[in-house]
């Protein structure tokens, strides 16, 4: 059984950092994009970022570009989220997801396992 779980969300002041990490089991990714999303309260579920099989592409939202920081490891299965910086409206739950394919795509809908989520909530 695939499993995406998802650790180190939790309260953090405004202009702090949190770094969130994704363990997969019961297959390697190491040939599939990952992805990182994320889901406010009243809100459709929004793209953050996403890496390529290699961690060789990273694709990053407007609103998260040159405070977020995607990677992997291959060898550990398991990919990470680097979070600078962070703002009050960055309060959601963030979700990672792994893609069947190697190529990276910032739609929810091209991803096809996902993690339950975990909260990050970010006090101004």
């Known amino acids: 059984q695939v499993q995406l779980v998802e650790s180190g969300g939790g309260l953090v002041q405004a202009g702090g950092s949190l770094r969130l990490s994704c363990a997969a089991s019961?297959?390697?990714?190491?040939?599939?994009?990952m992805g990182w999303f994320r889901q406010a309260p009243g809100k459709e579920r929004e793209f953050v970022a996403t890496?390529?099989?290699?961690?060789?592409?990273?694709y990053y939202a407007d609103s998260v570009q040159g405070r977020f920081t995607i990677s992997r490891d291959n060898a550990k299965n398991t990919v990470n989220l680097q979070m600078n910086s962070l703002k009050a409206e960055d309060t959601a739950v963030y979700y990672c997801?792994?893609?069947?394919?190697?190529?990276?795509?910032?739609?929810?809908?091209?991803?096809?396992?996902w993690g339950q989520g975990t909260q990050v909530t970010v006090s101004s």
């Open positions: 890496i390529s099989w290699n961690g060789g592409s990273t």
């Open positions: 019961g297959r390697t990714f190491s040939d599939n994009a």
């Open positions: 997801a792994a893609r069947r394919f190697s190529n990276p795509m910032i739609v929810p809908d091209e991803y096809h396992y």
